[in-house]
């Protein structure tokens, strides 16, 4: 489990596709802190660690886990949100994200606000129902607030704090972004679908 609070921006060192795609990221986290096997938030995607180095990670990636995200778009170079798994005790600043994301939205405006920033989303049809104002998203694994839905549309503001601590401050419309919706709604929704 994790907050959907970003605690390191990574880098992706290098790709490499046999099998399943194998990338090793760059991070500011002390790897010596960090065991095998520990879940690691990549863009919002739960990913497992399997080597360290003093400065990086390991994950393997399956076919899947790339089908249903934006990993099919990670190159060298690219930097990633990245968040450690939740331990008993942590400050629960976001909401409850699991890392298993739903899907991929699209970025679709993107407009200053003052000194914040409005992104405006186009979600799958099929998740869009989940998405309600006032209400929370995990977005390349970050927490965020929704403010306004219109159809599969739906939109967000970005403090200045968050686009300097994140890798929201380089998005551009068009962006793929990973998307997981609030658990809370997927059971209030299944909850609908068992009363109808």
């Not at 934006?70 to 409850?96: F, K, Q, T, Y």
């Not at 899907?103 to 979600?123: C, K, N, Q, Y």
């Not at 099929?126 to 694994?141: H, I, Q, T, W």
């Not at 739906?154 to 658990?183: M, S, Y």
């Amino acid at each position: 489990m994790f907050t959907g609070i970003i605690t390191d921006i990574g880098r992706i060192r290098s790709l490499r596709q046999a099998g399943d795609l194998h990338a090793r990221i760059t991070t500011a986290y002390d790897t010596g802190s960090i065991e095998i096997g520990a879940s690691i938030s990549c863009d919002g995607v739960c990913l497992t660690a399997v080597a360290l180095g003093p400065d990086w990670f390991d994950v393997d990636i399956s076919a899947e886990t790339v089908s249903k995200t934006n990993l099919s778009d990670w190159a060298e170079g690219r930097d990633v949100n990245l968040e450690r798994a939740l331990r008993v005790g942590d400050e629960l600043g976001g909401h409850i994200v699991s890392g298993h994301v739903d899907g991929v939205a699209r970025i679709v405006a993107i407009r200053d606000e003052g000194e914040s920033t409005r992104l405006s989303f186009e979600a799958p049809a099929e998740l869009a129902r989940f998405v309600a104002p006032k209400g929370s998203v995990a977005l390349n694994g970050t927490s965020l607030t929704v403010n306004e839905v219109e159809g599969t549309r739906f939109g967000v503001n970005l403090i200045p704090h968050t686009k300097e601590v994140t890798t929201w401050g380089r998005a551009a419309e068009g962006d793929l972004v990973n998307l997981e919706i609030d658990t809370l709604a997927r059971y209030v929704a299944r909850l609908q679908d068992f009363a109808g």
